[in-house]
DNA sequence: CAGGGATATACACCGAGTGTATATCTCGCG
DNA sequence: CGCGAGATATACACTCGGTGTATATCCCTG
């Protein structure tokens, strides 16, 4: 999720440690997959040859050694302008639901059965969210609304597919 | 979009060239993104590397010497199997429009003002995706209509967080 | 027969992601 | 007192996916 960004975010707030961000990361945005350690200081490293970020010595705190990452004026620059862009909009039209009823339309696999099997599996995770939704704080709320929207999108997708199915088996044959 | 199990679908059906499967994947899946020649030899390599698949020899034909990949029975077990399987239904609960809106409110940025620029390029895109539906084959229509859906769910989502703005805003902070 | 376009593959590089190793400090417990 | 468990903190090696570029052959056209 655009990991680099988020950082150069965090660090905007203050300046800060690897190990520190990756706490504050995954508090934040981390739900259910927390930032590994080996890519908050390879993305760190990267940061700061680009010159978004310059890493402090190593300064004995307490605690073993640690660097100081401070934001730059080019990072800020970056990441006021990622800020401010909307994300693009379904630019690609691809989907892993669709390559699977087109592949098993191509290859005579019962695309139907998939289609219903998928359908279950979403409800599954429905009832989870909505229940995370109900009990959770607003944060979690919103993301689970978010992702009960997204599902919701694919149910009416995977409905109106399995009410085209022949049509779209005849077109793929063609 | 899982690129080695679709090209091991596309080999199920019959064995073919690293060329010919960038065509026929493109012309499936490709809507808008065409597969690199680049990832389809090093995905080919590693299929070999594994045993999903085994290269013939390099045969004159005509045109230019090519290779033949013919699928093997792992390849095709493990086809069979990713095919059945449903996707993870929206397993991490992460996104980046919400990302960006809690970094906003973090660092006092206008939040609402991201949210309104937002909203507007994704209807900017549904129009066009409105139109692609209306003029193009059934494929194109399912895949704009999959679109749309997610489309509208990032917009009752957005509608969904404007309101809600004040309160993350405090649960933020906090 | 020169050269542009289609066919076909290889290779080098980078970012993202995962797992593992390593070192230091703190604190409790016998 | 000292020793080991756990928290703090970083580094490194490796793989995959993705992008761009180079290279070689054949075909067709003028």
Known sequence: MSVPLTLLGLLEREPSHGYDLKRDYD?????????PYGQVYSTLGRLARDGKVVAGEAEPGD???RKRYVITEAGVTEF???????????PTLQSVLFTKVVLALLLGRDAEAYLDTQ????LRRMRELTELRR?????DA????????HLEA???WIDLTTAR???????VRA
Not at 80 to 90: D, R, S
Not at 142 to 149: N, P, Q, R, T
């Open 119 to 122: 359908r279950a599996a979403h």
């Open 165 to 171: 199915l022949d049509a779209l088996a005849a077109e």
């Open 135 to 139: 009990t959770g704080p607003l944060v």
């Open 27 to 35: 508090a934040f945005f981390g739900r259910g997959k927390p930032l």
């Open 142 to 149: 919103l993301l689970a609304d978010h992702g009960l929207f």
């Open 154 to 156: 694919d149910l009416r």
């Open 63 to 65: 605690g073993p050694e």
């Open 80 to 90: 006021e302008h990622w800020l401010g862009e909307p994300v693009a909009p379904e």
